[in-house]
């Protein structure tokens, strides 16, 4: 598969595919930078301050998830098997971690104490956001490739012009 395939999928999205992708986007990124306090309310105070890093994770983790979860919006055509939803469970738990205060992190306190949180946790927590952006646009490529390859056969009418089938 080319990235120009891939692409041309993208450009060929009907429009409630793209309103999916939008709403699981934004709720994906208030499920994840609400509870890790990147995204301020009332309702947590974070004990450590948001890095600068953090915010692209969390938005290039939204936004890939939101697309990852547009391929799963039937386009009126059979869809591919779904695969790819527990990598970008994965993927979002991932950034989570990679975004979260490491002294907030119960699990990781627990493990290796506040003191280790900071000195081991806080420097691998990068690594963590840059890998969970890989999982979750390798899931994206998987599920777009199953898209590309399930596709209808273009149609030409009479002037020449590609129609896709309707169905």
Avoid at 93 to 110: D, R, T
Avoid at 112 to 135: E, F, K, N, R
Wanted: charged content about 10%; hydrophobic content about 50%; aromatic content about 10%.
């Amino acid at each position: 598969m080319s990235w120009s395939s891939l692409w041309s999928e993208l450009r060929t999205w009907p429009r409630n595919r793209w309103l999916v992708g939008l709403f699981a986007a934004a709720a994906s990124s208030l499920v994840m930078g609400i509870p890790t306090g990147v995204v301020p309310t009332p309702l947590y105070r974070r004990m450590t301050a948001v890095t600068w890093w953090d915010y692209p994770i969390l938005a290039g983790s939204a936004l890939l998830i939101g697309l990852v979860a547009a391929t799963y919006v039937r386009a009126g055509r059979a869809q591919p098997r779904a695969r790819g939803t527990s990598q970008t469970f994965l993927g979002g738990v991932l950034s989570a971690f990679a975004i979260g205060c490491p002294i907030c992190n119960k699990l990781v306190v627990a493990l290796i104490g506040a003191s280790g949180a900071l000195a081991y946790w806080a420097p691998l927590q990068p690594l963590l956001g840059v890998a969970s952006v890989v999982l979750i646009a390798a899931t994206l490529f998987v599920r777009l490739r199953g898209l590309v390859a399930c596709a209808p056969v273009r149609r030409y009418s009479r002037a020449g012009q590609a129609s896709r089938p309707s169905s």
